[in-house]
């Protein structure tokens, strides 16, 4: 059974969906229904259209849509174009294979979503922005704005794709998606590896003195291994951060007494 | 001029934090992150080097801290706008203001953060009701105001804090140079260290495990790199200050060269993947995604 308006979705439909998504998704965020009542809010002009204002088939559809739903913010549309495709299709009959859809998908797209767009891509565009930023050079500032506005480009054209593609592209996708979050994690790693040897920078400024002969601690570590002490200060944070009860909020506060406790005791200083 | 900000400054800096918490949110253009909170606030402060070095550090701090599931992240973003205001009106040291201002005004946001999420709640009840009343614009309207516990959670603190702190700060400062330089001293190395906790939770989130050949590659090849390029650049300045004729400058490492070698392997690594799948990865596509969740979700304990 289709909708009884029988209407067909535009690409009118889909431009106002995405600057409703744009500007002003998670706007309604809150603690019990989280991103719920926003989904409804992106679809909401096209679900009138679909069902007819004041229907109760309306109703209960908003009411279905105004439930709990959160995911990641970059890639909330994919569900929303799968969902309005079929209820398109299939109308309030839709609606109990939509909830599932919604409850089932939002998981793994937020686990993609976050570790790609909200974990990794700042990590490295962020990483570079700070690295050049504490130089005093704010060039890398603008390269991630242009990094984000290409994401934008990518929001913008999802949603359509999705609604086009409907669940058995998104299936589809699994494997190649998989493949690049594989290649995706492996580049972070290995930046993060980079990061720690560029951008930590402490040392050691104890210097002992036995007799005529001064010993610099630091001289000696650089032979063994440059930047160990860098190194090894992450790994301890690493390991601190694994234990029970440890935020990383809670991690940077006991960081910042060691290490003035640390400097103050000339065991560790800031190397120029 | 030491701990005065101006009113129009102020005015433009509570803007500009309400501003970042709905571009975050919403449209997400990276205006939002530390770097631009720093060199935002730098500029309408009058020092955008100082802006742009205080909201580095920051943003190395929490690089990997995100949203997750709706839990309040450290607000890096604000504790920057406070940090480089009153580090450029109190003649503050960058890395002293990162540890001593930026981190305890970052973590103390949590709170209002909260605060802002939770009135949400009032807003999502009138929406339920205008749902069960078929008032399609009332919806609208009381999703919309939404925005303004939002603002505000960001808005009021940095507000309160640019316009009464100033005093407060600035003597903070002339203690700090004076007194007690030990501990001045001890909150820059903080400083210089904090990154360490950024990169950490990073890695918490990553397979490390998985990839921890590649997190040695990096880690040395940077490095036994940056160890050459400093010295290759003393070696320059020292030169250039004892003979005339020497008039060549060597650059930094460049990171962007670093990061195209990691590039280049997991691009390596995706084609090789991506060759492994089979022809109609409709019906095999299902075990493998079980796989590569396993692998990411494994290693965040």
């Not at chain 2, 330089?181 to 210089?192: E, R």
């Given at each position: ?272 | ?117 939770f009135t949400n709640t009032f807003f999502q009840h009138r929406v339920d009701k205008m749902i069960e009343e078929e008032n399609y614009r009332g919806f609208e309207r009381n999703y919309l105001y939404g925005t303004i516990p939002w603002a505000l959670s960001r808005g009021i603190p940095v507000f309160i804090a640019l316009q009464f702190g100033g ?135």
């Open positions: 059974m289709a909708t009884k308006t029988n209407y067909k979705l535009t690409k009118k439909d889909f431009r106002q969906m995405n600057r409703r998504n744009l500007f002003m998704n998670q706007l309604g965020w809150n603690y019990e229904k989280m991103q719920g009542s926003g989904y409804l809010f992106i679809m909401l002009p096209q679900l009138r259209k679909l069902y007819g204002d004041h229907t109760p088939e309306l109703k209960q559809a908003m009411r279905v849509q105004d439930q709990f739903f959160n995911t990641n913010p970059y890639l909330n549309t994919m569900i929303q174009g799968v969902d309005l495709a079929l209820e398109e299709k299939e109308g309030v009959n839709s609606l109990a294979t939509v909830v599932g859809l919604k409850n089932g998908l939002m998981g793994p797209t937020a686990a993609i979503g976050d570790t790609i767009f909200a974990s990794l891509i700042p990590a490295i565009i962020g990483a570079i922005a700070a690295n050049m930023a504490v130089q005093g050079n704010a060039s890398g500032l603008f390269i991630w704005l242009a990094v984000n506005l290409a994401i934008m480009y990518f929001r913008w054209r999802q949603l359509a794709f999705a609604y086009k593609g409907g669940i058995t592209l998104v299936t589809k996708l699994q494997g190649q998606m998989n493949a690049l979050t594989n290649a995706a994690t492996l580049l972070g790693v290995y930046v993060v590896g980079a990061l720690v040897a560029s951008l930590i920078n402490v040392n050691i400024p104890f210097v002992a003195h036995i007799g005529k002969m001064t010993i610099n601690l630091q001289d000696h570590l650089d032979m063994i291994m440059p930047k160990l002490i860098p190194g090894l200060a992450v790994w301890l944070i690493y390991w601190m951060l694994g234990r029970k009860r440890m935020t990383s909020t809670r991690a940077i506060f006991i960081v910042i007494i060691v290490a003035v406790v640390c400097s103050a005791l000339g065991l560790l200083g800031k190397a120029a | 001029m030491s701990g005065q900000i101006l009113l129009w400054q102020v005015i433009l800096l509570t803007i500009y934090s309400m501003y970042q918490i709905i571009d975050d949110l919403t449209f997400i253009s990276s205006l939002a992150q530390p770097v631009w909170a720093g060199l935002i606030t730098g500029a309408i402060m009058g020092n955008m080097t100082q802006g742009l070095i205080i909201g580095g550090s920051l943003q190395l701090t929490v690089l990997g801290v995100g949203t997750f599931g709706g839990a309040s992240k450290i607000d890096a973003n604000s504790g920057t706008i406070l940090a480089t205001a009153f580090s450029i009106s109190s003649g503050m040291n960058a890395q002293t203001a990162v540890a001593a201002i930026g981190v305890p005004v970052a973590s103390l946001m949590i709170e209002t953060d909260v605060l802002g999420r005093g407060l700060v600035a003597q903070i400062v002339k203690v700090l140079n004076t007194q007690m330089v030990w501990l001045s001293n001890g909150l820059a190395t903080a400083g210089a260290l904090l990154p360490a906790v950024g990169f950490a939770i990073l890695l918490r989130y990553l397979p490390v495990k998985k990839h921890f050949a590649y997190l040695i590659l990096g880690f040395t090849l940077t490095a036994l790199l940056s160890t050459v390029f400093t010295n290759i650049q003393s070696l320059g300045t020292g030169l250039a200050s004892v003979a005339k004729g020497f008039t060549n400058s060597f650059s930094a490492m460049p990171m962007v060269a670093i990061s195209l070698i990691g590039f280049a392997l997991a691009l390596n690594a995706y084609k090789q993947e991506v060759g492994k799948l089979p022809a109609s990865h409709s019906t095999a596509a299902a075990p493998k995604n079980d796989d590569g969740d396993g692998e990411i979700n494994g290693d965040e304990d």
